[in-house]
């Protein structure tokens, strides 16, 4: 069984002039235990999905999708504050900029203290403020802060982007999540603070067996952590399959692209020369394409693809495209 | 902390020297003999001007002149009124206490009407209840204060009879002056009946705190709807929402401290306007303050009284300025505490 069943996920921004489709139709899916990467240039919906599925949209954005399915509950046929409790419960996110992420105003301990669900704790109430105190410096400790008492005196801007995270992370498992969504989780930070917390990441995964959601724009970093890729284009799903798939035969043409404008792919590439490249950039969302929106930059566009295609599956290795390089390899 | 404080001190110095040099100027720009100016005494023989030419250093080039001005002031002499010929300074010590209690409980008028309605604004954003508090706010910001405090006299006091239109006591009390702040002199003093008097003052009070706090009140229903619409906006809030607190707890925790810390700034600035404003009201209630007095001097030709109530005013607007910051500083991490390369 699925612990995550998405599909057909819209979200739409209703404007006063026009309806703008920023997530079209994309479906994902996640089982138990599995580190699922979700890659994409900036402005690809990427984020927006995330906050779709834990539910903290604007209300500007409207959500539609076809299956919601949690733990094999049906999570449309709940009402809001019913799905909202059960989320809440089982998944938890961590945001791009930890340091925008925590209240500047209220101390990192009284941030993680208010994380901690009271039924988790055991005892008369005048334990019990004892006994979040302790949960809150366990938590610290589990992702790897040792000077616990000068980080839940201090305030957000007293501390590194690093740690920040490390803090956001903490209070993403004080509720003892079964998913764990992390949103471009090292943007901004220095790539030896970036591998501190993907081992933080992964080793939560293989000791708790906590399924993580990660969100990149870089194909070639997350690789390395993740079991399985999603990669959107333009709010569009693009295609979906084991790292080793989408890594060594990617079926569809941006996927084909985004591999091979990382320099590790090209190791035999005579240096000095150009990295392959798609011409144009990503679209904005007042001009979206119709049909497949990467129709203009793409290198084996025809005729067919002004009309969206649909998703084919090739054992798992889902691609939607007309024209994908199945015949290729 | 004990720097943050020096430093406000050290402003609060340097101000107020500024602002001594302008009233002290004002004595060279305003006609007749700037000794007399600066001392009031109109009808002083020829031993006793030689004696003021002396104290105030007049034959002594103007550095000379400005230091004795200072000296005086330090030492609370502030030259005697024109008008009555009694020291500015005890009117000052009079009145001063009637404006501070007037316009601090119009302050508070203000910011409890107005910062709570601006959230509820915030939070129900663009729709009826939103709509309703701006355009309200809109209204109370629009009618000019003299109006609306004639209209206040003619329908409560003349019309309704509910409250008293002019003065802050009725003169059938008898309460002596200790503080100069009518509530705390009504609590301190012995006097029988002091309850009554006591109920009478606050009666006094209220429509003449109402009519200065409508404009800074619509003021911060404006400040507090924007500050709030932005904090509810921000990335921590949206992680707040994540963690899986209530809306409420979201509100109480984490959105109403940050947004009264944008808010409470503009608190200091806006206390400037609602001091201009209860000069104004002031001589439409007859509330024996300083702002009534200081026009009643600019129609007598009063100078020294015009110099020294312009300093005595401006300092006290300073100071609530200070303390502003002073709890600005105490609700925002931020701000206190050493900065490094920023």
């Known amino acids: 069984m699925n612990l995550l069943d998405i599909r057909n996920l819209s979200i739409e921004l209703k404007t006063k002039n026009q309806n703008i489709l920023a997530v079209d139709r994309v479906s994902l899916s996640m089982k138990e235990g599995e580190v699922r990467g979700l890659v994409g240039e900036s402005g690809s919906g990427k984020s927006l999905l995330a906050q779709a599925i834990i539910g903290v949209l604007d209300d500007k954005w409207h959500v539609h999708a076809d299956r919601f399915h949690w733990r094999g509950i049906d999570l449309l046929r709940l009402d809001i504050e019913e799905r909202k409790s059960i989320l809440c419960r089982d998944i938890a996110m961590i945001f791009q900029e930890p340091m925008a992420s925590l209240d500047p105003t209220t101390t990192i301990g009284e941030q993680l203290a208010e994380a901690i669900d009271s039924k988790q704790l055991s005892g008369f109430f005048w334990q019990k403020q004892q006994q979040r105190k302790e949960a809150v410096i366990r938590l610290l400790h589990k992702v790897g802060i040792k000077k616990h008492i000068q980080c839940i005196r201090s305030y957000p801007h007293q501390l590194t982007e690093a740690i920040c995270q490390r803090v956001m992370i903490a209070i993403a498992l004080a509720s003892r999540p079964v998913l764990l969504i992390a949103d471009e989780p090292t943007a901004a930070m220095e790539s030896t603070n970036q591998g501190q917390i993907f081992r933080l990441l992964a080793s939560l995964n293989q000791l708790k067996n906590m399924s993580i959601l990660l969100i990149s724009h870089d194909l070639e970093n997350i690789t390395h952590w993740t079991n399985t890729i999603t990669v959107m284009y333009s709010g569009q799903f693009v295609e979906a399959g084991t790292t080793e798939q989408i890594f060594n035969k990617p079926l569809h043409p941006y996927t084909r692209a985004l591999v091979d404008s990382s320099p590790k792919a090209n190791l035999q590439l005579p240096s000095k020369s150009r990295l392959m490249t798609l011409p144009g950039s990503i679209p904005i969302l007042q001009h979206l394409p119709i049909g497949c929106r990467l129709g203009p930059r793409c290198p084996r566009a025809q005729r067919a693809c002004v009309e969206a295609p649909k998703v084919q599956n090739y054992h798992g290795h889902k691609v939607s495209c007309h024209f994908s390089l199945k015949d290729t390899y | ?342």
């Open chain 2, 1 to 342: 902390m004990f720097i943050f404080t020096l430093r406000r001190l050290n402003l609060f110095i340097f101000t107020m020297l500024v602002l001594t040099l302008i009233s002290f100027s004002l004595s060279y720009l305003f006609p007749g003999d700037p000794v007399i100016n600066l001392s009031g005494q109109l009808n002083s023989s020829e031993e006793q001007l030689a004696l003021l030419n002396e104290n105030y250093h007049m034959q002594d080039n103007i550095l000379w002149q400005y230091w004795a001005y200072i000296e005086h002031i330090i030492q609370g002499d502030l030259g005697l009124s024109m008008s009555s010929q009694s020291p500015v300074l005890n009117e000052i010590m009079i009145l001063l206490p009637a404006t501070i209690e007037l316009s601090l409980v119009a302050l508070l008028i203000a910011m409890f009407i107005g910062i709570p309605l601006g959230f509820i604004a915030a939070i129900k954003h663009n729709k009826t209840s939103d709509n309703i508090i701006l355009s309200v706010a809109m209204f109370g910001y629009s009618i000019p204060v003299f109006w609306l405090g004639l209209l206040a006299i003619l329908f409560f006091s003349i019309g309704l009879g509910w409250l008293p239109s002019a003065g802050r006591i009725s003169l059938l009390f008898e309460i002596d002056i200790i503080t100069g702040v009518l509530f705390f002199d009504i609590l301190l003093s012995d006097s029988p009946d002091k309850w009554q008097a006591f109920q009478d003052a606050t009666t006094h009070i209220i429509l003449p705190a109402c009519v200065v706090a409508l404009a800074p009140a619509t003021i911060f229903i404006r400040l507090a709807r924007a500050s709030m619409i932005e904090v509810l906006e921000t990335s921590y809030i949206k992680a707040v929402k994540a963690k899986g607190l209530s809306f409420k707890q979201i509100i109480f925790r984490h959105a109403l401290r940050n947004a009264l810390i944008k808010i409470i700034r503009h608190v200091g600035l806006q206390f400037a306007n609602l001091v201009t404003i209860a000069m104004v009201t002031e001589v439409i209630f007859s509330w024996p303050g300083i702002g009534r007095w200081l026009i009643e001097s600019i129609y007598q030709r009063d100078y020294t009284a015009i110099q020294s109530g312009l300093l005595v005013l401006s300092c006290f607007i300073f100071i609530v300025h200070i303390l502003t910051d002073f709890i600005y500083a105490a609700l925002n991490p931020l701000a206190r505490g050493n900065k490094h390369g920023s």
